[in-house]
């Protein structure tokens, strides 16, 4: 006599309805790469990361690619979905539809890691819609499936070569020979002599550095109003390439009048790095850091996600700037 209940479990698995399908992960890694496969239903997604094993300083590709079958809409995740803690230095998407109407997504992010040691790219969600004849569109009471990818863990190695670690250090050179005694049999004569010279020399520099620091702070301003006005005099950028320029340009106008205004070297970071710096400055209010948030994450979005802003848009972020520019005067 068969047995009951793997029957039962054949029965269950043929009469499932797509709001049953459970995620399969498939980890596939090479020395090289670290990947690893979820499927859901129609559709499956693989994540990458190159290479597996980074140093330091390395760029790191991660490639997300999702296949659906034919009239399956995806809904893939959003620019930089879950990957606040790495700068994003490119962005790529693409997605194309073969002759027999399956889709391919791909998403391919170009990584710096902030520091050395166990780091890990968090799951990444892609939801779809199933327009397929005779299936739930989705789940009841939502609006979509929904598809993670698995966790990728990872070390970020140090720069410091491993054989290093087994080198021993060079001895110390032996203790210094003590100082001569000045000419002078008392040695508080000398530092009666050098002390009133050492403490006037010491608040001449700082007079000094006050000057030329408000000196500074004048012509970084003077210097930032002059290119914001001959941006703003401009005819407004159509197209693409234009609008790319045009935020290219402003916000080297910021971040340089950053520097020179509250000595942030705003220029060397990226914009997530420069937002923490940013929070600890004394001299930018909360207001002013809410405005350099949203400014700078949106021109992100125009260089790396492609994203086309309209002319009133535009012309609110150039009346936001002139607005910060006379708030830091």
């Excluded at 498939?26 to 693989?46: F, I, M, N, Q, Y």
């Excluded at 597996?52 to 009239?71: K, Q, W």
């Excluded at 966790?151 to 210094?176: H, I, K, M, Q, T």
């Excluded at 001449?204 to 109003?225: K, Y």
Aim: a negative charge.
């Amino acid at each position: 006599m068969i047995p009951r209940l793997p029957i039962l479990w054949l029965l269950c698995a043929l009469l499932a309805t797509p709001s049953s399908w459970a995620q399969s992960i498939k980890p596939t890694e090479t020395p090289d790469l670290l990947a690893r496969r979820s499927e859901r239903g129609p559709v499956t997604a693989r994540i990458t990361l190159k290479p597996a094993t980074p140093r330091i300083g390395d760029s790191l590709t991660l490639r997300l690619e999702v296949t659906a079958a034919a009239g399956v809409e995806l809904l893939m995740p959003e620019f930089g979905q879950s990957l606040d803690r790495f700068a994003i230095r490119d962005f790529v998407p693409r997605e194309t539809i073969d002759e027999a109407g399956h889709t391919l997504a791909t998403q391919r992010y170009l990584l710096s890691a902030p520091r050395s040691g166990p780091q890990y790219i968090p799951p990444l969600a892609i939801e779809f819609i199933d327009r397929r004849t005779g299936m739930h569109p989705a789940p009841e009471d939502e609006d979509a499936y929904e598809i993670l990818t698995e966790r990728l863990n990872f070390e970020v190695r140090s720069v410091l070569p491993e054989e290093a670690a087994d080198d021993p250090l060079d001895p110390p050179l032996g203790e210094l020979a003590p100082l001569g005694t000045p000419g002078a049999a008392n040695p508080w004569y000398w530092l009666l002599m050098i002390l009133p010279i050492a403490l006037a020399t010491a608040i001449g520099v700082r007079w000094w550095l006050i000057g030329q620091t408000r000196a500074r702070r004048a012509s970084a301003h003077e210097l930032a109003r002059t290119r914001l006005d001959a941006l703003k005099a401009r005819p407004g950028p159509e197209g693409a390439v234009a609008i790319d320029a045009f935020f290219v340009e402003l916000s080297d106008l910021v971040r340089h009048y950053l520097e020179d205004r509250f000595g942030l070297h705003a220029p060397e970071y990226t914009t997530e790095e420069f937002l923490d710096v940013a929070a600890a400055s004394p001299d930018l209010s909360a207001v002013h850091q809410g405005f350099l948030q949203a400014f700078l994450r949106h021109a992100d979005q125009v260089k790396f996600a492609r994203h086309l802003p309209d002319a009133d848009y535009i012309e609110e972020v150039l009346d936001a700037a002139d607005h910060f520019l006379e708030q830091t005067q």
